[in-house]
């Protein structure tokens, strides 16, 4: 069985530079790297992984990063992805943020050190995140597909339109009569809620109606910061009739505060999530939510993912068309 030392003695190098070429190809020149690369193929040296990866020029595994899987719609589309991508040989390696630049940056570099053959970017990112020339220039080499608004003319896009989402959700708390509404949110730098924001306010606007700060309360995207943003509400004299929260997780929390303090949805409250998640449909009454389309999403990512490797596009941009899930949170306002 071939060892390093008789790959560096066929190829003429040092046992330190096939270690780069096995772990860090691009440290080393264009010229000792295929000599290196000539001797494993000759010395069939395939018990080492790196290796014959280095030999077929592919390793089947694709990095996902993602800020966080707190909420319930990104599990959802990671599994589907997985699925999909796994039909065609391939393993994932994941990443979590926490919507952290740097931390972001040093998983980018690690993945690509290892090599792997796409970059999947789940979930919202900073709209002026450091990272978005080094995606865009990663691009040219390693495929990337990103969910989310950023327009990058390298990488390519799958997504919901949130902005319109957001839109249709205001403007069916308004056909139904409301005046008075609210839109909790999470923070602003994130694009998911800049853009959510941007369709409420359109709405809103098109219509004349009032949308004062107060009624736009940014909270923590979670349970709490629904809880907390009821809690808000109802010390002003002229509380919203109805709320549009930008993800169903912190809609859950709002109603655990009108449970608590008997205002009863719809009759004294009409509530309206966003992302259509599995646990809209675990409350009482069931949540009114915009349709993300999770398992979509991570369907056609892993298509497009797929396509990209095989040089099958360069680059293309998905964009579905969100829709309400109407269901028994919503109704008129109390005359």
Known sequence: MATITDIAKVANVSTATVSRVLNSPESVSAERRERVLHAIEALNYTPNANARDLVTKSTHVIGILLPDVSNTYSPAVINTFLQKTSEFGYNSLIAITNADDQKEHDYLQMMLTRRVEGLFLLGSRKRQSANNELLNQIALRTPVVMSDYLDLKNVSHVMTDE?????????????????????????????????????????????ALSCPEQFQIMVSPDFMGGYQAMSQFQQYSQAPTAIFFSGDQIAIGAYRFAHENKIRIPDDLSIIGFSGSPISMSTYPPLTTVAQYASEIGEKAAKIMIDLINNNVKQIDVILEPSILERMSCAAPKK
Do not use: D, W
């Open 163 to 207: 902005e319109h989402g957001a839109y249709l959700a205001t403007q069916y708390l308004i056909n139904l009569g409301h005046t008075r509404i609210g839109f909790v949110h999470g923070p602003l730098s994130m694009t998911t809620n800049y853009y959510k924001r941007q369709g409420y306010l359109r709405a809103m606007q098109e219509h």
